[in-house]
């Protein structure tokens, strides 16, 4: 955290008396510990290995400063060389784009597809996830609804969007680990889901975000 | 329409006595005319000059069977050849990874996250269009402060993700067309967003998407 990385070299043409230049690009991360649309892209860039510099926003008091990163004044937000990204599906996408070792979509376009539609669909699990904390009636058996839903899925496939671990695993854990850690909720009558945990949990990058959570 | 396309060639195993059998592999889209979700795949399938079966759903009295293609009971599904697909910006995608020509995503990963963070927030202009279909007061107001966001977009660069016509185009036009030619909201103030979708009118896929705007 705090620390800067070369992310590529960008040479810049030199002439015969200055030899070329090589700029240091520099990817800053507006980031909350707290925030799991900000966890999202903290795993798949330590899946990457790509460093970064973290920049903590009180997501309770939000600087007025972050709007100008993005106008919705939320997090994540990625900044490279001064150009601003928002939104964490998007940088995730991004990410795997500008990094694409290790992968972390399929190669096969339907098998892409049904991660993505995952990361579409995260508002099915994550509404009455947020409905829970604000106490709603019935949003906790409206969320063991859909954690069935996962559960029938990881019964079929041991990863979301199919045969490997990818984005669409990195995009639901901050949740899973929220509520199991934060919100009590129970997953032992979600095996294959308790399963799917249990291995993201083995992966540094997801570990990682255990310790974030615990850390609350 | 109701016509089917050879996609691409299954070869299938033969014998010495019965030769290779190519297979038709059949894409199939559940459609709805007044959908401007399904307005979004309608562009893309005609831009990759990709033939498909069309079968109209009546969103109004929707068939009981459209569950079992997609859980939520929406338009538009994709079909291929028993995999189904939905949500059209998950569609959008996966056309453009299996039918790559022509591109409607840029090569450079940052114009394809510009591309992709217009689509993910596209309820910018939908949530206020749909409040104005409503009736719900003030709507109208805030429509035209997010039509003012497309035009000041529009002025800085030709398309919505950036140097060339794509993507996000095709997935802002039909709420343009919608809310022009049938809530009769005036474009007048915004000449950007006026002459970017004279331009899109030129293009065979978008300017059939305006025929069907009008029979509706």
């Known amino acids: 955290m705090g620390t800067v990385l070369v992310m590529w070299p960008v040479v810049l043409p030199g002439t015969m008396a200055t030899p070329p230049v090589t700029l240091r ?4 991360l507006y980031d909350a510990a707290r925030c799991p649309y900000c966890a999202r892209v903290r795993i798949v860039l330590a899946e990457k290995g790509v460093e970064y510099e973290a920049i903590e926003i009180d997501v309770s008091d939000r600087p007025a400063w972050i709007y100008e990163k993005n106008t919705t004044g939320r997090v994540p937000v990625l900044e490279e060389d001064g150009w601003l990204l928002p939104e964490s599906a998007v940088i995730m996408e ?55 839903k996962l559960d029938a899925a990881l019964e079929a496939r041991p990863w979301l969007g ?26 032992d009558p979600f095996p294959a889901l308790v399963d799917w945990l249990d291995r993201l949990l083995d992966r540094p990058a997801v570990a990682a975000e255990a310790v974030v959570v615990a850390a609350l």
């Open 25 to 28: 690009i520099v990817l800053t």
């Open 94 to 148: 991004y990410l795997e784009e500008r990094y694409p070792e290790p992968a972390l979509l399929a190669a096969d376009a339907a098998e892409r597809a049904l991660a993505r539609l995952w990361i579409f669909r995260h508002d099915h699990l994550t509404k009455p996830y947020y409905a829970l904390r604000r106490g709603e009636e019935g949003a906790g058996d409206r969320l063991d609804q859909e954690l069935a």
């Open 162 to 187: 199919g045969a490997a671990y990818g984005l669409a695993d990195a995009a639901y854990v901050p949740w899973l680990l929220r509520m199991r850690d934060m919100l009590g909720v129970p997953l």
